[in-house]
Structure formats: structure tokens, C-alpha cells
């Protein structure tokens, strides 16, 4: 039997139906994206480019509620209208596939795409497909698993797509009987709010990673690593990411395959479009500009490992950090991991007219995401009615997040101290420090010198104490 046929045998069972939900790519998240509905009892129509990848996900998923297509234009008619088509695409794709659904819907249907696409790209396809159907920018996280059994998805647009919400509710994940799922004023806000859950992401994982590896390289034992692990999970930092940490490192104590994994990071993008946008705007996220920066340059250290240079060596007279400083250090690695988001939240609704509720924000990621952490739901509740406020500005929220800084402070500065006489690589965490000694020192930084030095080559000025005026030195007198 040649493949149309088969495929026709099994996808076209239920022709004269029609679905509620089409799903537009079937990878990793749209397969599990389409049984999550299913298990949901909603009825789904599914399309993608390449029909055998159709094919084979019916073949392994026969469902009365599932109904695949070969032809788009089948796969259009299938759906109730208002349509709501859920694009789970490469990034790459969407323009073009948005152009070929424009000439096949009518202006009341939906087209959310819910791939990492980059913000600013949303905001104009907003603009551009406005009289042709419906846009809906959507991030959605927690990747297969999120997708199967519910995800924590964020929705952008200028309107609130209701429809789509409610379909979305149908499938995305809980935090008790509240759904993780929001609605952001703005066209592009939802892949905004997904490209800053992402970019903490990264700075999260390189800040966990550097604890562990500090420990490794002081020789403390693995199953004696992984007790400390989960204590921090029982003093309140349990988060996702933290848990699969402790999952790798037990799985790597029977077999030892960590080692055996290449010293190298991959990226897809989205943590760097973070620190491109924060760079445009000026809004400064070091650490989690440093958490990119190291993946991007693990292939260049790697490939430096064969060749001879500077060898250090591990410190072994040094005492592994406490559980006790650990927790400190995580809790300020987060506090400005978030507030270096917020201030490009911040930024987002002064001057692209967004309406993120940060506290929102915090909401939805609190399950199906890869954030998910026990804190997340203490935050939520402490930006309630403060939206726009950054951390670290408002010293009653970092005491709040962070009791006693001070002690904390002095917790991440014996860490540091470990990794340098460790020669241990840590520098989202070393970012980390340099970020709050910015925030909090009493002493100067240091910045006059470099205005001293911009005015005296090339006669920028100064503000000189109480001025409020640029005034020019005469520095060669
Ligand atoms: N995987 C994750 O954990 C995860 C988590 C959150 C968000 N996302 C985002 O969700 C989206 C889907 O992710 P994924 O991992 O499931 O899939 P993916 O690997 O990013 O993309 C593969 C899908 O894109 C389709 N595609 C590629 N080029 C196309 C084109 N020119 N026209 C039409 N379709 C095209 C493929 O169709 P063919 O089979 O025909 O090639 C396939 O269905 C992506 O934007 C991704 O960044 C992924």
C-alpha cells in the first residue's frame, strides 16, 4: 500500500467531523501538546510538513478524538470556527507557514504560535496578519513532559484572546487548583515573558552547575554532594531544576557517565536574545548575560584543554562549603537572577507599552515549567499590587526575599573565596557578587575615573556633586 493510502485509511476516519483544536507540527511538543488534549477529551486535528511524521504518530496513538491530515486545506476544514489553529514549529518556519494559513482563514479564526519565537518578530506579525486572522503569541514550557501533562503557557496580543485561553486552560498545568497559564497585554508580551523565563533558566542551571563543580573540585564525595542537595531542597530552595540535578547526580553514582560527556554547552537562542535586548535598552543583566557567554565559549575552552598552558591545581586543604552557605548563596543568586529580569520587565511596560503583572508571572511559573520553584509562589505574593517595582530597588522586598542580607552576603563571599582557591570556574556566581556590591556597597565604584577619563580625551564632561550640570575640565592645564 502506498503511504497516501495508508495514511488516508487512518487519518480520514472521521471526515465529516469537526475538531475543536488544530495542531500544526508534530516534534516533540506538538505530539505531546495533541495527547494532552486528547486525555483532555478534546477532539484535535493534527497537520505536519512531512506526512510519515503524521502518519506514524496515529499509527502509535489510534484515538477516536485524533484526526490527522496530509493536505492543509483538509486539515483547515476539519476545525469548528472560530478556528484555532496551535502552531509547534521551528522559529524559523513561522513566517512562512503564517503566509500560507493567511490565504486559507478568515479573519475570526486564531493562529497561536507557541514556539520560542523572538518577541519583537511576534509584535510585528501582530501588526501584519491583523485583518487576516487572529495572532496569538504564546511561550510555552516545561518541554515534553510539560507538553504531556500540562505545561505553564504565557499569551500575548493586544486583546484578550478568550477563546484561546480557554482551550489553553483545558491542557496547562496547576499550582493547587489555579492554572499556570496567563494573559499579557501587549503583541509579542507572551514570547517576551518566555524569552525572560528562559534567560533565567540559563542563569539558574550555570549557578547550580558552578556550586556542584566547586564541590567536585574540592573533592567532597558524590553521594555526600547529593545529601547536601536535598537539604537545600528541605530549607525551601526545592525548584525543578535543583530536583534534576540530584536525579543526574544519582544516576551518574551507579553509572559514572558524567565524566564521559564533553565539556560543552548548546544554546538555541533565547537567553541570547535577553542579553541582545537588555544591551539595546541598556538595561544590564550580568549574570544572566554570563551564563550565555559560557556556554558559547565551553567549545572554545574545551578545544584548549589538549594544548599546554597555565595548569592549576585543586586546594585540597580546603573545606567544602556548608549546606548553610549554599542555601545563602543560591537565595542571592536568585534575587538578582530576578532582578535583573524584572528590570527588563520593567523596561518592556514603560516603553513598549506592555502590562506584565510580575506577579502574574511568577504565578505561571510556578509548575510545568523548567523554574518551577518552591519560592516562586512566596514571590507571586509579594509583588500582588506592586507590578512594576524592580527587587533590589525596593529594599522591603529583598528583605522580605532575603532576610539578612547582610549574612548572605557574607556566606557568598566565603564561596567565592573557595572557587578562587579552588581555581574552580565559576562566573555567573562571581557575577552575582560584583551585582550586589554594585546594588549595596558603601564605597564608590569607581565610575568618576572612567567619566574623568571620557572628558579628558574627548570633552564629554562631568557632573560634578550638587551641579546637575555637565561641566568640562581642564585636565591638561
Ligand atoms: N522541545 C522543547 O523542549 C521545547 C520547549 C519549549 C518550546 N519549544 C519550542 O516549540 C517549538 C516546537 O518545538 P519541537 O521541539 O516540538 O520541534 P522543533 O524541532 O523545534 O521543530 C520541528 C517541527 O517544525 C516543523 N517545521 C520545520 N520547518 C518547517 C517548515 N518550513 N514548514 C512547516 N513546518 C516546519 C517540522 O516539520 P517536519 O517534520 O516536516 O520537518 C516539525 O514539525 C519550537 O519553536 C521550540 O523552540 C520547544
Known amino acids: 500500500m502506498i503511504l497516501r493510502e495508508l495514511i488516508n485509511e487512518v487519518l480520514y476516519q472521521t471526515k465529516y ?7 500544526f507540527g508534530l516534534s516533540t511538543m506538538g505530539k505531546n501538546l495533541a ?15 512531512t506526512p510519515s511524521v503524521t502518519y506514524s504518530f496515529l499509527k502509535e496513538n489510534q484515538h477516536p478524538n485524533l484526526v490527522g491530515f496530509e493536505n492543509l486545506n483538509d486539515f483547515i476544514s476539519s476545525l469548528e470556527r472560530p478556528r484555532i489553529i496551535l502552531l509547534l514549529i521551528k522559529s524559523e518556519a513561522v513566517e512562512v507557514v503564517l503566509n500560507e494559513l493567511s490565504k486559507l482563514l478568515d479573519s475570526e479564526d486564531y493562529v497561536v504560535d507557541l514556539g520560542n519565537s523572538y518577541f519583537l518578530d511576534s509584535r510585528d506579525r501582530h501588526q501584519r496578519y491583523r485583518n487576516k486572522f487572529n495572532f496569538v503569541d504564546c511561550g510555552i514550557s516545561g518541554g515534553e513532559e510539560g507538553a504531556r501533562h500540562g505545561p505553564s503557557l504565557v499569551l500575548g496580543g493586544s486583546n484578550f484572546p478568550a477563546q484561546v485561553f480557554d482551550v489553553l486552560k483545558l491542557v496547562s498545568a496547576r499550582f493547587g487548583d489555579e492554572f499556570c497559564l496567563g494573559y499579557f497585554e501587549g503583541d509579542g508580551a507572551g514570547h517576551f515573558v518566555k524569552m525572560i523565563h528562559n534567560a533565567i533558566e540559563y542563569a539558574v542551571m550555570q549557578s547550580l552547575t558552578e556550586i556542584i ?102 586546594n585540597s586543604v580546603l573545606k567544602p562549603p556548608s549546606v548553610e552557605i549554599l542555601y545563602d548563596v543560591l537565595n542571592l543568586c536568585y534575587l538578582c537572577f530576578y532582578d535583573q529580569a524584572l528590570r527588563l520587565i520593567a523596561h518592556a511596560n514603560r516603553n513598549l507599552g506592555y502590562k506584565i503583572d510580575v506577579s502574574l508571572v511568577f504565578k505561571v511559573w510556578r509548575a510545568g515549567c523548567i523554574l518551577a520553584a518552591s519560592h516562586l509562589n512566596q514571590l507571586s505574593q509579594m509583588f500582588h499590587n506592586s507590578n512594576y517595582l524592580d527587587l533590589l530597588s525596593n529594599m522591603n522586598l529583598v528583605e522580605r526575599f532575603s532576610p ?74
Not at 18 to 23: A, E
Not at 35 to 49: A, C, I, Q
Not at 452 to 477: C, P
Open 404 to 477: 539578612s542580607i547582610q549574612d548572605k552576603f557574607r556566606s557568598l563571599t566565603h564561596f567565592v573565596n573557595c572557587v578562587s582557591d579552588s581555581y574552580s570556574y565559576a562566573p555567573v556566581i562571581f557575577s552575582v557578587y560584583n551585582y550586589l556590591l554594585g546594588a549595596f556597597s558603601n564605597k564608590r565604584l569607581g565610575f568618576s575615573l572612567i567619566q574623568a577619563m571620557r572628558d579628558f580625551f574627548g570633552r564629554h564632561g562631568v557632573y560634578l556633586d550638587g551641579s546637575g550640570q555637565l561641566t568640562n575640565i581642564e585636565w591638561k592645564k
Open 213 to 314: 563543580t566547586l564541590l567536585f573540585n574540592l573533592k567532597e564525595e558524590q553521594a555526600e554532594i547529593i545529601q547536601k542537595l536535598r537539604e537545600l531542597e528541605h530549607r525551601g530552595m526545592s525548584s525543578y531544576l535543583l530536583g534534576i540535578c540530584i536525579n543526574i547526580l544519582e544516576y551518574d553514582l551507579e553509572n559514572r557517565i558524567l565524566h564521559r560527556i564533553v565539556d560543552e554547552a548548546g544554546q538555541k537562542g533565547t537567553g541570547k536574545w535577553c542579553s541582545q535586548v537588555s544591551l539595546d535598552w541598556g538595561v544590564g543583566v550580568p549574570s544572566i548575560t554570563c551564563a550565555v557567554e559560557a556556554r558559547q565559549l565551553s567549545t572554545y575552552f574545551n578545544s584548549l584543554r589538549s594544548s599546554p598552558g597555565i595548569k592549576v591545581f585543586n
Open 17 to 23: 467531523m469537526t475538531n475543536r483544536v488544530g495542531i
Open 35 to 49: 495527547l494532552n488534549f486528547v486525555d483532555k477529551g478534546v477532539t484535535v486535528s493534527v497537520f505536519n510538513r
